[in-house]
């Protein structure tokens, strides 16, 4: 069992900046790939940005050029860093991981924007 946690969310004004902090139960070189995904009310949830044990990064056109995600092997997190924020990118963030045959989920993280 893979437990991941996220953390980082919070209100923010367009223009705005958030680090999401996703820290692995496990090993996360065994977890390929990682990535973020989110859902905003109403939507089905759709994937944000993707990285695998390589290193290698997938971005959905939305948030190309605005977020990046990134790994710390040595503390067992993924991060997503989301700059130039609008407020279309309010959602629940939620973390994954694929460890064959599973996928996991973190609770989630809610972004909100504030006028």
């Known amino acids: 069992q893979v437990r991941l946690v996220e953390s980082g969310g919070g209100l923010v004004q367009p223009g705005g900046s958030l680090r999401l902090s996703c820290a692995a139960s496990?090993?996360?070189?065994?977890?390929?790939?990682m990535g973020w995904y989110r859902q905003a009310p109403g939507k089905e949830r759709e994937l944000v940005a993707a990285?695998?044990?390589?290193?290698?990064?997938t971005y959905a056109d939305s948030v190309n050029g605005r977020f990046t995600i990134s790994r710390d092997n040595a503390k067992n997190t993924i991060y997503l860093q989301m700059n130039s924020l609008k407020p279309e990118d309010t959602a629940v963030y939620y973390c994954?991981?694929?460890?064959?045959?599973?996928?996991?989920w973190g609770q989630g993280t809610q972004v909100t924007f504030s006028s």
């Open positions: 990285i695998t044990t390589a290193g290698g990064t």
């Open positions: 994954h991981a694929y460890k064959f045959p599973t996928v996991y």
């Open positions: 496990t090993d996360i070189f065994t977890l390929n790939p």
